[in-house]
């Protein structure tokens, strides 16, 4: 059974700092790793999708990385800002080559002014 | 362009009533369909996935069913709602075929009392 995992649960940082969010996954026979954002009552926004023989995508001062072999996904913030508050998710996608995706518990980041 | 409704966006129900939640996506044809629930402080749960109409997948015993009428209609059902049924619900899309993108609703917040 696929078990996502995210590291931290929750993280508070003053603006402007680099940040590493960390996702694990168990199983990893996957299409694709996909992050996304969730602000607080609100649907989730896409923010990067890696296809399982990509190493990393990039788009802004977002870059995430995927190393299938290992089961981890990371995702990078650069030079945070108060905006980029809210909760990150991963999730993963062909669970038992089916097309489920399967998510982590999040990661609740808040950027300090 | 393609894009998700679901509706309604907040919904407050008595114990032992019934439910029906709609989702419709536009601009594609044979898309995958989900639900998920989250539940205050906790991660996304897959509920039920379809790839074409009357195929659904349940992935949890619940007091919960999903109907896919229509190529781009799905919607979420109970006959006899529970407080434990109280929480976010969301819809999410995404092409029929392995390693594509999700995309997500804006979600349902339903409060059993």
């Known amino acids: 059974k696929q078990e996502v995992t995210q590291i931290p649960a929750a993280l508070s940082v003053p603006e402007g700092e680099n940040l590493v969010l960390n996702c694990s996954f168990t199983?990893?026979?996957?299409?694709?790793l996909q992050w996304f954002r969730q602000d607080p009552g609100k649907g989730l926004t896409s923010l990067l999708l890696?296809?399982?023989?990509?190493r990393e995508q990039t788009s802004g001062r977002l870059n995430a990385s995927l190393d299938k072999s290992s089961g981890r996904s990371t995702l990078y913030i650069a030079a945070s800002q108060p905006g980029d508050s809210a909760t990150y998710l991963c999730?993963?996608?062909?669970?038992?080559?089916?097309?489920?995706?399967?998510f982590g518990t999040g990661t609740r980041l808040k950027v300090l002014a | 362009s393609q894009t998700i409704h679901q509706w309604p966006a907040t919904l407050v129900q008595p114990v032992g009533s019934p439910l029906s939640l709609e989702c419709t996506v536009e601009?594609?044809?044979?898309?995958?369909l989900y639900w998920y629930r989250q539940a205050a402080g906790r991660g996304l749960q897959l509920l039920f996935y379809?790839?074409?109409?009357?195929?659904i997948s349940s992935e949890v015993p619940q007091n919960l069913s999903a109907s896919r009428p229509q190529d781009r209609q799905f919607i979420l059902s109970s006959k006899k709602l529970l407080l434990s049924d109280s929480g976010f619900y969301l819809c999410?899309?995404?092409?029929?075929?392995?390693?594509?993108?999700?995309?997500f609703g804006q979600g349902t917040r339903l409060t059993v009392v």
């Open positions: 601009g594609t044809s044979n898309p995958n």
């Open positions: 999410a899309w995404s092409r029929n075929r392995g390693g594509t993108e999700a995309f």
């Open positions: 199983d990893s026979a996957i299409y694709n």
């Open positions: 379809s790839v074409g109409i009357g195929q």
């Open positions: 999730a993963v996608n062909g669970v038992s080559g089916t097309y489920k995706y399967i």
């Open positions: 890696i296809q399982s023989s990509q």
